[in-house]
């Protein structure tokens, strides 16, 4: 009896090294599909002879040099704040509507930003001059960007009554906004002409093939002053895991916690989508697959989630940009052909445990 | 020390559900909420708690609970809710510390195991919640609540536990566990408000008895003066008959007996 007693006080530490354990797994992961990322491309640059020529001293090739620090390390900085920013948010959604099959979809986050890219590339052309030219390559990031955020705050503002926010309202209120916007998207398409219908399309798969060094500048560090607000999030997650009230009476202030919550998805997936488009399954599939292995204490899945994520999309963005070189695939078919069958799995494997 | 409750009323829509209730409740001592289905207890538990919006003020130990923010009132009162639905696969052991995570507790990592002993779930504490009977979910999350106001005094000021129907799902055994539980907290110096369905419990435990009746206290005091045969028969419905034991004279009320 004493022993199994003791093993108890065990049990939960366990877990928890368990997940620690798995989040320097996750770490040195990172850096082998960060290394990975930069030796691979269309282009014949070799990460390696590149390297041995800056130990010994030599200048590298003006062509490879361009190719590793301007077109294949700031998409490798982006593919990892994506990533982490697209798992991170769909694991905070999750816990703040006790459901583990929410994602970013659900508030309106990502429809938003769609909303917001299609106005810009249909209706970009007929701005004035000036405007145009002042947002210049930028203008469809901008836009769904403000687009992303103008659903949240409507959203928001729509389920929150006399201070407190239903979650209940915010799920439903969410799938409305998304019917709105899809329909002002598919108005916009009926506008379209060809060339903008075909950037639309590219868009909504996603890609990082845009990705700059200005762009990283820019959606960097929104990504990172949310990925640092959402370990704050964690022990209020856990609680809510029991209900609102219960949380509630062990002293987590649920209001500002769903608050919070609320801004660091709508940071972290605004900027995620507006540099790289509608990437799916991202936010689903890893906050899963993590549970799994370690269990769903927030403290840990948060930070694991972040680095899967990284790694995952920068595993995706390495196959689309190899499976037909010179050519690129949209990563987020690559994430759907992925992500579905792992996420089908999951279902099927676990049907017994899944709580909805 | 007492927990107060001074005109309670709450309105769900355009139905009242409770009208103008006063509450007393001492430190020291287990006050039972009885009352048929739909009198009110757990509505009126729930304002006690601030999860509904009520007139009327709620004071712990003195203070209004309107000028107290969640963290503060988590150190002095925990509430054991009816049943809890859990969102994701949390092992037992977790739940329990959820508990320490509020700064209610103090950090003491052997608190949960001895909680989880006291429910007599000694060894569970790498089992997941979900697996587990209605029952032992219950013994959990009362466990969980034992944590968060472990010692019921603290700097002599009294914590309090509300418990919403804690023996609803459990044996004739795990019953009396809890109830005796209840009765440590208390004899300890702590208060404790339960809400009940088992009057013979309730008759056994319970220092002070407040019988709900659609919407109102139908009837307030010591178990000897508000359980009789007219009182219960007149908020329940059936002729009750109210009996003692032989030997200690501590009543009893059996269904055979109603007319």
Not at chain 1, 7 to 23: C, E, F, P, T, Y
Not at chain 2, 179 to 202: S, Y
Request: overall charge positive; charged content about 15%.
């Amino acid at each position: 009896m004493t022993t199994v007693m003791a093993a108890d006080a065990d049990v939960i530490h366990d877990r928890r090294s368990r997940a620690r354990r798995l989040g320097l797994l996750l770490a040195m992961l990172l850096i082998c599909m960060a290394t990975a990322s930069l030796a691979m491309g269309a282009a014949g640059t070799s990460l390696w002879y590149a390297l041995i020529d800056l130990v010994q001293g030599r200048t590298l090739a003006p062509v490879d040099h361009a190719v590793l620090w301007q077109i294949r390390l700031p998409r490798t900085v982006m593919a990892i704040f994506v990533g982490a920013a697209l798992a991170v948010s769909g694991a905070v959604l999750q816990g703040l509507f006790r459901n583990p099959l929410a994602d970013p979809g659900l508030v309106g986050v990502s429809s938003g930003a769609g909303l917001g890219a299609i106005v810009a590339i249909v209706l970009g052309a007929s701005l004035p001059a000036g405007l145009a030219g002042l947002a210049g390559p930028h203008l469809v990031p901008l836009a769904a960007f403000s687009g992303s955020w103008i659903t949240i705050i409507v959203l928001y503002r729509i389920s929150t009554r006399g201070g407190q926010t239903s979650v209940a309202t915010m799920l439903l209120a969410g799938i409305a906004i998304g019917a709105i916007t899809a329909a002002g998207s598919g108005l916009l398409i009926y506008l379209a002409d060809d060339q903008q219908l075909r950037d639309l399309n590219f868009w909504q798969l996603g890609s990082l093939s845009g990705s700059t060094w200005q762009r990283v500048m820019v959606a960097a560090p929104i990504i990172l002053v949310a990925l640092m607000a959402s370990p704050f999030l964690a022990r209020g997650l856990n609680a809510l895991a029991l209900g609102e009230a219960p949380a509630a009476h062990l002293g987590i202030p649920v209001q500002r916690l769903k608050t919070m919550a609320v801004l660091v998805v709508a940071a972290a997936t605004g900027a995620a989508v507006a540099v790289s488009g509608g990437i799916g399954f991202v936010g689903i599939v890893v906050p899963h697959l993590l549970r799994l292995a370690s269990g769903p204490d927030h403290n840990t899945l948060l930070p694991n989630a972040a680095l899967l994520g990284a790694s995952l999309l920068l595993a995706a963005d390495i196959l689309a940009r190899i499976v037909i070189a010179p050519a690129e695939l949209p990563i987020g078919i690559v994430t759907a052909i992925l992500g579905a069958p792992v996420f089908l799995w999951i279902l099927l494997q676990r049907r017994k445990d899944l709580v909805l | 020390m007492t927990f107060e409750g001074q005109g309670i009323s709450v309105t769900f829509g355009r139905r009242r559900i409770l009208f103008d209730v006063d509450f007393t409740a001492s430190a020291g001592a287990i006050t039972a909420i009885v009352g048929p289905n739909g009198s009110g207890k757990t509505t009126l538990l729930r304002a006690f708690c601030d999860e509904i919006p009520h007139d009327g003020t709620v004071r712990i130990n003195g203070r209004n609970i309107a000028t107290c923010d969640a963290a503060e009132l988590a150190t002095i009162r925990a509430v054991l809710p009816q049943s809890v639905m859990l969102a994701f696969p949390f092992t037992v052991s977790e739940v329990v510390h959820l508990a320490q995570a509020s700064r209610a507790a103090r950090p003491c990592a052997d608190l949960p195991r001895r909680a989880l002993a006291a429910v007599g779930l000694a060894g569970y504490g790498a089992r997941r919640y979900q697996d587990l009977s209605g029952g032992e979910q219950q013994r959990v999350q009362l466990a969980r609540v034992l944590v968060q106001v472990w010692e019921p005094v603290v700097y002599g000021v009294p914590r309090w536990l509300l418990l919403d129907e804690p023996v609803a799902s459990l044996d004739i055994g795990h019953q009396l566990m809890v109830m005796r539980l209840a009765q440590d907290f208390a004899a300890r110096g702590g208060g404790v408000i339960a809400v009940m369905h088992d009057l013979n419990l309730t008759a056994m435990f319970a220092d002070k008895v407040v019988l709900m009746r659609l919407g109102r206290v139908a009837a307030a005091g010591r178990v000897s003066d508000v359980f009789n045969d007219d009182t219960l028969s007149a908020a329940y419905g059936p002729a009750l008959r109210v009996n003692s034991t032989p030997t200690d004279g501590s009543l009893f009320i059996l269904p055979h007996s109603a007319a």
